[in-house]
């Protein structure tokens, strides 16, 4: 059981560039979310889903995209990458809306 | 959207001292939690609180739930060096979890 892991750990971009951020999990939970990190600002999350096929915004969404096709993967798509996106990214899931969310090992990208 | 006010922003403390932490909200939640962060690493779950009133400890980590519903605290007692790090409370109530700005602990020996 492997819990939450996320892929890469570590990511530089150019302005511009596009890339996907992967989240999965193997504990078959129907919630999952994204949260980035950044000094002094707490975790904020981005995007959201409460079951495979259903994402919603969160609190930051802009330049971001998810989809959810299965219940174990969710990933994160920067379509064209900015230097306001450098930050550290969390991936989070939870047996319900209501459970107890756990955490991945998070991916810390620079873009420059 | 809703907002944790946090705090202290940080503290340095000796070892073996206890150490206090809130978190105050103008939106009443349903379920209180407190994370720790380590350097490089997600947060990890330390205590879950369900219900106004209530007193939960994990070890030297006691944290209750505000009977207004709308604040929580976190006692560390007698910190040791492994206790350094970021502290979260996350708030949630009918929207997704909400964080606060966290609380950096650091430990003299």
């Known amino acids: 059981n492997a819990g939450v892991t996320q892929t890469p750990k570590f990511q530089v971009l150019k302005t511009g560039q596009s890339m996907t951020l992967q989240c999965a999990q193997d504990m078959n939970h129907e919630y999952m979310s994204w949260y980035r990190q950044d000094p002094g600002m707490g975790l904020r999350l981005i995007h959201y889903s409460v079951g495979a096929g259903i994402t919603d915004q969160g609190e930051v969404p802009n330049g971001y995209n998810v989809s959810r096709s299965t219940t174990e993967d969710f990933p994160l798509r920067l379509l064209s990458a900015a230097p306001s996106q450098t930050s550290v990214y969390f991936c989070?899931?939870?047996?319900?809306?209501?459970?107890?969310?756990?955490f991945g090992p998070g991916t810390r990208l620079t873009v420059t | 959207g809703q907002q944790l006010n946090q705090s202290p922003q940080s503290m340095f403390i000796q070892e073996g001292e206890d150490v206090s932490m809130n978190c105050t909200s103008s939106s009443i939640f349903n379920t209180w939690l407190w994370y720790k962060q380590d350097p490089g690493e997600g947060p990890v779950l330390l205590i879950a609180?369900?219900?106004?009133?209530e007193l939960t400890s994990n070890g030297r980590l006691t944290a209750q739930f505000g009977i207004t519903r709308k604040d929580s605290f976190l006692n560390i007692s007698a910190s040791i060096p492994s206790d350094v790090g970021i502290y979260f409370c996350a708030g949630q109530g009918n929207t997704p979890l909400v964080f606060g700005k966290g609380t950096r602990l650091s430990v003299i020996a």
């Open positions: 609180l369900y219900k106004a009133g």
């Open positions: 989070a899931s939870s047996y319900s809306t209501k459970g107890l969310p756990y």
